[in-house]
């Protein structure tokens, strides 16, 4: 792909690197946004500083249409970072080769990952690819693709079995194992993948689980750059700016943070050169993340899209959410942290403010709202755990769940319905049928143990500041209820 700059004349950056030269040292698996403004970006900006092999093929196991066309523009995409005040795009060429079962057959992916210069298979698969039960942490057997895979583990469907039957492989073969690495927005994610990867072989083969845990690592990462999920439109703007349309293009956010537990079994990329930090201890890191940023975000989104508003810049320009977001970050989230010293929490949260209030970036609040029973947990669960067990106010909290309570109810403030996306929409639905009053809905979903603490239900204070919550969000709207806090 060759970039021919448009009359609008952004700032555009070619890659440097020199594809023919990279070796397939990292299995990707999940092509998706956040993997092409993220990883794949740091890679590209390491290797142009580090001129070493360290490629990347990139795996989707479902669709392919992605994987189809980034093979017609030989391994090459846009990513534009698009600020308040200007565009710089940039063409990534860390994608040395793809693979897809569809395409290529299951065998081709599993060798792929099975071959001896693979070093790291890292994950961008959301929370419900790792097929973990959240309430418990473990494997989740009754998942269909872990059913499936169970029987048919040398022809798996799931990212858990591709991962453990080329383990099987590299060790039935001689070869040493890989690291296996998740870059998803899930808390203590190398613990999830580990659990998952552990949980899934001992089923299989006790004697195969001994040796992944033994010569296998799973670092945990924090992750952090907000992208919304490409669109039509979001594409013309970039084939307009960049003057050559491209379907795997991606536009995010200017700012970028990538924090990495440095724990590999077979080295890694000198990620750190593009602006990755490598530390012993991701979690306080990660915490600080989840719960100002996403934990902020769901509030925002759900009492965004019920508010009326479509984008996340759209809720900052409305003061009564931008106090709420930033009050929510300093007095209900930064204060469960347990940061290295000299970590500028205020600071943080006034940065997360401007880049919520960036109108470049059209971050749909829907969008956000997808999968909040997977979310909810880790973004306020944590959190309003510490303030119910220290006496302190946890009323944001409060407000978000209602929030969320009210949006997974189906229909919107003006009676339109609301797509509701989530593993646990068919038990919304069937609770909304059930329930009509404010009062029995709220406790039905907080009964939903894979969302909420078991004993939230006992808790009578809790409870009601709930229920009033969701009263006034449900009586008065979204927009009253948020300039209340």
Not at 121 to 141: F, N, P, R, W
Request: proline share 3%.
């Amino acid at each position: 792909m060759s970039i021919v700059t448009s009359p609008v004349n952004p700032i555009v950056i070619n890659s440097k690197v020199e594809q023919t030269k990279l070796k397939s040292r990292i299995v990707h698996i999940g092509f998706g946004a956040f993997h092409r403004a993220h990883q794949a970006l740091y890679t590209n900006e390491m290797l142009e500083k580090t001129g070493s092999d360290w490629g990347i093929c990139e795996v989707n196991l479902f669709s392919h249409g992605l994987i189809e066309q980034l093979r017609s523009q030989d391994h090459r995409y846009l990513v534009a970072e698009k600020g308040a005040k200007e565009t710089v795009i940039k063409m990534i060429g860390a994608v040395k080769e793809s693979c897809h079962p569809h395409l290529d057959g299951i065998q081709a992916v599993l060798n792929k990952m099975a071959e001896e210069q693979v070093a790291i298979v890292s994950m961008t698969i959301t929370e419900k690819g790792y097929c973990v039960d959240h309430a418990s942490g473990q494997l989740d057997q009754t998942n269909p693709l872990i059913q499936h895979d169970l029987l048919h583990s040398q022809e798996p469907k799931s990212a858990i079995g591709y991962i453990v039957e080329a383990l099987r492989l590299r060790r039935e073969r001689g070869i040493k194992a890989f690291t296996v690495m998740s870059c998803d927005n899930v808390q203590e994610n190398g613990h999830i993948a580990k659990a998952a990867v552990l949980g899934f072989a001992s089923l299989l083969d006790t004697d195969l689980a001994q040796w992944i845990e033994s010569n296998v690592t799973f670092p945990c990462t924090m992750v952090d750059r907000i992208v919304p999920a490409a669109t039509k439109e979001a594409l013309d703007e970039i084939a307009e700016l960049a003057g050559v349309y491209d379907p795997c293009a991606i536009a995010c956010e200017p700012f970028r943070q990538w924090v990495i537990e440095d724990n590999f079994v077979q080295g890694r990329p000198d990620w750190d050169v593009a602006g990755a930090e490598f530390v012993k201890d991701v979690v306080p890191f990660e915490e600080m993340k989840l719960r100002m940023l996403n934990g902020s975000h769901s509030f925002l989104a759900y009492l965004g899209y019920l508010g009326g508003y479509a984008h996340i810049s759209d809720t900052m320009n409305n003061p009564d959410y931008r106090k709420a977001a930033f009050d929510m970050m300093i007095q209900a989230q930064a204060m469960t942290l347990n940061m290295p010293e000299g970590t500028d929490l205020e600071g943080y949260a006034q940065l997360l403010i401007e880049r919520f209030s960036n109108p470049a970036l059209k971050h749909q609040t829907w969008q956000i709202a997808t999968d909040g029973s997977q979310k909810i947990p880790q973004r306020m669960g944590a959190s309003l755990r510490f303030h119910l067990e220290n006496g302190s106010d946890y009323k944001w909290l409060t407000m978000g769940i209602a929030g969320w309570m009210r949006y997974v109810g189906g229909v919107d403030e003006q009676g339109n319905a609301i797509d509701i996306r989530d593993p646990l929409a068919e038990t919304f639905a069937e609770i909304n049928s059930k329930h009509q009053d404010s009062a029995s809905k709220v406790k039905a979903l907080l009964s939903l143990e894979t969302i909420f603490d078991k004993g939230l239900l006992e808790n009578t204070a809790f409870v009601k500041q709930l229920i009033d919550a969701y009263q006034l969000v449900a009586i008065k709207g979204a927009r009253y209820a948020v300039a209340s806090l």
